[in-house]
């Protein structure tokens, strides 16, 4: 499918990650209403993704499997850095690591003087459960639901057709997907055809991730539904 074939209205627009671009982006162009489980965090591997739909999110960002790392980040509040008063650099997080499923907690767990992150869990955990059950339900209810996944890796066929069977085992409306994938070097977007009905993908510059005139151009024409 090219990019004008995916044009038009849907019932629903869904982040798939990889990261927070796809949200904020469909944010951006009033496309989303509300937040779903991969908007604000990492899930660079797309096998990863699909076992997780796949298990239905059973043992996901559990205590057990749950580690920090090392890694700079930052608190966001639905994709709007926060702000310790009288700063100007963003608060910043706890950048936690499910090992169970490869994904990436990164806006979180905001460092608390003294305080370990586990002591935000219960919080979170509960924000979390209530994204997934609105994912299932919004997806089962939609009659089109657009899915936007930005791959960091290579765009691989098979876990695409994959993502696509799972997806439409979860809804009974029309199942619509537009894969971004990055490639070095490139100026503006290339259309890429795969002969995958239902799937769109469209190369961008991996240098400009958070580019507005990029975004602008693969969002064009997409709208949500009244």
Not at 128 to 152: K, P, V
Not at 176 to 196: D, S
Request: with cysteine; net charge negative; proline share 4%.
């Amino acid at each position: 499918m090219k990019l004008q074939d995916i044009q038009g209205s849907y019932d629903l627009v869904v982040s798939l990650g990889a990261w927070c671009g796809p949200a904020l982006h469909s944010k951006r162009h009033d496309l989303r209403r509300h937040s779903l489980p991969f908007d604000w965090v990492q899930s660079p591997n797309l096998t990863e993704v699909n076992r997780l739909l796949r298990n239905g999110f059973q043992g996901f960002m559990e205590l057990e499997n749950m580690v920090e790392k090392d890694i700079l980040a930052h608190f966001v509040d639905e994709g709007n850095a926060v702000f310790q008063e009288g700063e100007t650099e963003p608060a910043r997080a706890h950048f936690i690591h499910d090992s169970r499923y490869k994904i990436d907690s990164v806006h979180d767990f905001p460092m608390i003087v003294n305080q370990d992150w586990t002591a935000q869990y219960p919080l979170y955990k509960e924000k979390l459960n209530t994204r997934i059950q609105r994912f299932f339900a919004q997806i089962a209810q939609s009659q089109s639901t657009l899915f936007i996944r930005y791959e960091w890796l290579n765009a691989n066929y098979e876990n695409t057709a994959e993502l696509q069977a799972i997806l439409s085992g979860l809804t009974k409306g029309k199942v619509t997907i537009l894969l971004m994938e990055q490639l070095e070097g490139l100026k503006g977007i290339r259309e890429v055809e795969w002969g995958l009905d239902g799937v769109s993908l469209v190369q961008v510059p991996r240098q400009e991730p958070s580019n507005h005139e990029i975004w602008d151009q693969v969002l064009e024409g997409i709208s949500l539904a009244k």
